[in-house]
Structure formats: C-alpha cells, structure tokens
C-alpha cells in the first residue's frame, strides 16, 4: 500500500541533564529534543499520524572549535524548521522506506551532513509510525514484498539482493534485551571520587551504585582518543570494578580522534599482556578514528585482526559502510538519529556482508527511546542495545516510565519491551502527545 504526506509540524523540547555528558573535547548539559508529527493519506483518502522525535545532539554530529554548542544547536533548530516545510511539499507515493530514501537521496543542508541526517530523523520516523497505524499493525511487519515496491537490489545494485527485502534480514523479535550502560569521561567510577557536588536527587552517582542497582552487565567506556596513558587507565579501572561487580562485556569508544591503528593496538596489545581477563572482555571496539571516511582512508584490518571494530559516526548509510567494509571494519553501530529508512538500509547490507550489528542511541529519552530499542529487537545485534537515557535525564521520562517500568529502567542488566504496542513504531495511544 502506498501513501501520501498530509503536513507535518515539529516542535522543540529543552531537556537538561542532571549530569554533564562528554562526548569527545566537549562536554555538555543540556539538550534540545526535535518532535515530529506527520500525517499520511492512502489512496482511499484514510489519514493517521505518526511521531518521531531525536536529541539534537551538536557535540556528537557536529564538533568544531569555532563554533559554539550554542550556535550548532540552534542551526540544527533551524534545519528541521526548513525540513518540515520540505516534507510537506512531498508529492510522491509509496511505502516509507522508498519516501525515506528518496528524500534523503536529494536534501541538501549548510550544515555538516551528520547533522543533517539527524535533523531530518524525526520525520523519516514519523513516516515510519504513521504507515504502521494508518493500517493498523506494526511497521516492522510491512518491511516485505506485500508492501514495499522496491526490493532492497533497488537501492544496492546488487543481485544478491534482487527479491530480498528488510524482513529477510529481522530475526525473531525478544521480549528482553542486555543494556549497555555508558560511561563518560567526567562520570565518577566510585565514591572516593566523589567530591560533595554530585546531586542528590535519589538516582545513582558513580559506575558502582549503577551496576548494582540495574544490574548491569555490559558497559561503554567513553575514551579521549588522544591521551593513550589515561586511555588506558580508565579501561583497566573500569574493567576492575566489571571484574569484581559480576560485568561480562566492555566496549571502549575513542569518539573518532585516533589518528592511527597502532594507538588502539598499542593498549589492546598491552591490556591483553597485563590484563587478559580485562581484554577478554571487550566485545568489540568503537569507532577510534576519523567518521569521514572518503577523506580518512585508513586501512583498520590490524585494530579487526584484535577485537571486532564497530563503525559508528562513519556509518552515514550503506554506502560508508560498504566502504568501511572494504578498508577491515567488522561491524556497525546503527542508530536511528541517522533516520530508521537508513539504519535498515545499512544494517541489511552489513548482514549480507558478514558483518556484527549493535543498535546505539544518542541518550533518547521519551519518544525517541521506542522505534531506537524497536530497531534492536528486530535487526539482531552482537549483544542487546545501548540505553543510556535513564542516567541523563530520568526524570523527563517519568511518565513514560509509568506506563513502561521496565524499559525506561533497567533492572537485572536488561530492558524489557512487552510493554509496547503492536501498532506504529510501537508507541501506547498514551505515549503520544496529542492524547495527554
């Protein structure tokens, strides 16, 4: 079935953290939330709306030294406001991966295109939801030839894709799923690092009180990418507190400032001498170096040869990741801040290829945090989903929480989404803003 966009509208949400969040050389506390509403049309003339909604996050998308965070952020605000205008001019028809796709194949941005993609994610989003309940089921079940007019050899060019469609790639969907838990340059690891002005608002404090409330198991170590020392300082000394907290996985990201393979393989090597029981536990290893591929071709196969080593910025769409394949990448971060039409596109292509998924947010709270898990439950990935909205910003998801305790807090390492809806994208009638 094909349809047709209505109008759309998007609106802006401040949400500050009750803990600064680094991303890189930048630390932040703050953020802004985009929220779409867009509003579909069959040929029969029935309507229903959808909803997407993304952090825009400037640190992460969009780091420069000359502009402020101010000033990135509200260029991105600005770029959505223009890209609601854009999408109601939309004439075509047809399923929500080929308006998707096609959209984002001819928008142009004065911003960086990682931004970009993020701004334009809510909407692609949206569509996504408002398919799924203009027909009254879940999107993930329309990703097929039933509905879809493009097979996935459309968009590749690949005959090994002719008749394949995004469904071939889904795995049986889980009730539960392991979380990953993030951990930021600045986040206290214990409570001899505390100092007296962490806040006391009833929610845990340092890496320790957050394992043993959520019972976590898996966790990310945020890196600088630039100092080796403190590099790998900081995994052994969360890789002792793992060791002794009953953690099973570790995932050290360099947030894209390594300049060449022997940093990275100078701390694996010398972890897997002093520590093998630390090294044995990294599951993969995330993007260290430059997210710009076609200007930073650099051959990774000695960092893969390691540890499995996940693209994440670089993994734009399909066709980075083809050529990140090509240069020793093993596998892939999806998110959907890069709009869930290109996290399905990248991620069938990765499967075809061989390559390991994970599913990353970027800190979604609210809205934001369902059709990112959704993606993860359908996708398959090495090992469950990154959530990491529950330490920045609790509190803005409260409602939510109440209506689905176990998702928006994590308890015995994992989440849990028997809660969401079986229409859309996944979102209760009560999630929804038009209905409070």
């Known amino acids: 079935m094909n349809i047709r966009i209505k109008d759309c509208e998007v609106r802006f949400i401040k949400t500050p953290l009750r803990l ?97 993609l993020i701004c334009n994610s809510a909407f692609d989003i949206a569509l996504h939801d408002a398919y799924g309940r203009l027909l009254g089921i879940s999107t993930f079940s329309t990703y097929n030839e039933r509905y879809m007019n493009r097979d996935l050899n459309a968009y590749f060019g690949e005959e090994v894709f002719i008749g394949k469609y995004p469904e071939d790639f889904f795995i049986v969907p889980q009730q539960n799923l392991p979380v990953w838990h993030l951990i930021g ?17 009833g929610y845990p404090v340092t890496l320790t009180e957050w394992i043993r409330r959520d019972g976590l198991k898996c966790l990310k170590i945020k890196l600088t990418g630039s100092d080796p020392e403190w590099d790998y300082n900081r995994i052994l000394k969360v890789g002792e507190i793992a060791l002794q907290n009953g953690c099973h996985y570790l995932s050290p990201d360099f947030n894209c400032l390594v300049k060449s393979p022997d940093y990275v393989n100078a701390i694996l090597d010398r972890l897997m001498i002093e520590y093998p029981a630390i090294f044995g536990m990294i599951l993969y290893v995330e993007q260290p170096f430059p997210y710009e591929l076609k200007q930073n071709r650099i051959d990774v196969h000695s960092v893969s040869a390691r540890k499995p080593l996940f693209m994440d910025e670089s993994a734009h769409d399909w066709r980075h990741v083809k050529l990140g394949f090509e240069l020793g990448w093993t596998g892939v971060a999806l998110k959907t801040c890069k709009t869930l039409t290109g996290a399905l596109l990248s991620g069938c292509w990765a499967k075809s290829h061989g390559m390991t998924l994970m599913v990353q947010d970027l800190t979604n709270p609210m809205l934001a945090m369902i059709p990112h898990v959704q993606l993860a439950r359908y996708i398959g990935t090495i090992m469950g989903v990154e959530c990491n909205a529950p330490q920045f910003y609790p509190e803005v998801s409260r409602d939510y929480e109440a209506r689905h305790p176990k998702l928006y807090r994590r308890y015995d390492g994992t989440i849990d989404l028997s809660t969401l809806s079986m229409v859309g994208l996944g979102y209760l009638n009560e999630d929804l803003p038009c209905t409070k």
């Open 20 to 116: 600064p969040l680094k991303f890189g050389a930048e630390t932040i506390d703050a953020l802004t939330c985009s929220q779409v509403r867009m509003t579909v049309t069959d040929e029969q003339g029935n309507t229903a709306s959808g909803w997407g909604e993304t952090p825009l996050s400037a640190a992460w998308a969009w780091p420069s030294t000359e502009l402020s965070y101010t000033e990135r952020e509200q260029s991105m605000i600005n770029c959505c406001r223009e890209l609601a205008v854009k999408w109601s001019k939309v004439d075509s028809a047809g399923h929500p991966m080929e308006l998707g796709y096609d959209f984002s194949e001819q928008m142009e941005s004065d911003i960086p295109h990682l931004a970009a």
């Open 185 to 201: 340059g600045k986040d206290l690891l214990n409570d001899a690092e505390a100092n007296g002005s962490e806040p006391c608002d």
